[in-house]
T-cell receptor, first 110, second 114 residues
Framework: SQQGEEDPQALSIQEGENATMNCSYK?????LQWYRQNSGRGLVHLIL?????REKHSGRLRVTLDTSKKSSSLLITASRAADTASYFC??????????FGQGTRLTINP | AAGVIQSPRHLIKEKRETATLKCYPI?????VYWYQQGPGQDPQFLIS???????DKGSIPDRFSAQQFSDYHSELNMSSLELGDSALYFC?????????????FGQGTRLTVV
């Protein structure tokens, strides 16, 4: 990966449960972003958290950022079948160089 | 709302041929990014442009080149194609204005080299 590791690489849960995905990065950042990708489709931006923020919410999404550990987590609450997708974190490692982690493949079972 | 448009959506080429992928960013966006994504892989950053000037380069082979035109659309040119170039190629754009923001992705071009 150009950026770092995401963990777990795959996650399978029951509909209604919460899903937590983690991301680690290697360099100092201004912000960290999370994206979702449905199979074979384009990436969709979910949320951006700045380096001076520790937590951010958007609907059923909750993102935390720990710059001292160079890590972030994405929590999806009350999961739905439509949440089945791959989730990637991304950070800038240059002026306009947005790089992605390895991603977590999330499967929501009905 | 207008989105990032990529063309073609699918492309089949033979080894050693040349391919040109096109990207039309969201109007007024000043930054364009190109990515390559192999099966089951994360998107790999290739190259970016800011205000029509090349900004950053990633793991882009020498056989590939890209440019951004006066109307802000961008093209990725790939020559001497190899089987390993088969992948999804994404273009994204953002309104950066010097402050890194979220990128909006197109639906991608699926390139198959046979």
């Amino acid at each position: 990966s150009q950026q770092g590791e995401e963990d777990p690489q795959a996650l399978s849960i029951q509909e209604g449960e919460n899903a937590t995905m983690n991301c680690s990065y290697k360099t100092s950042i201004n912000n960290l972003q999370w994206y979702r990708q449905n199979s074979g489709r384009g990436l969709v931006h979910l949320i951006l958290i700045r380096s001076n923020e520790r937590e951010k919410h958007s609907g059923r999404l909750r993102v935390t950022l720990d710059t001292s550990k160079k890590s972030s987590s994405l929590l999806i609450t009350a999961s739905r079948a439509a949440d089945t997708a791959s989730y990637f974190c991304a950070t800038f490692q240059g002026a306009q160089k947005l790089v992605f982690g390895q991603g977590t493949r999330l499967t929501i079972n009905p | 709302a207008a989105g990032v448009i990529q063309s073609p959506r699918h492309l089949i080429k033979e080894k050693r041929e040349t391919a040109t992928l096109k990207c039309y960013p969201i109007p007024r966006h000043d930054t364009v990014y190109w990515y390559q994504q192999g099966p089951g892989q994360d998107p790999q950053f290739l190259i970016s442009f800011y205000e029509k000037m090349q900004s950053d380069k990633g793991s882009i082979p020498d056989r590939f080149s890209a440019q951004q035109f006066s109307d802000y659309h961008s093209e990725l040119n790939m020559s001497s194609l190899e089987l390993g170039d088969s992948a999804l190629y994404f273009c994204a754009s953002s309104l950066d204005r010097g402050v890194n923001t979220e990128a909006f992705f197109g639906q991608g071009t699926r390139l198959t080299v046979v």
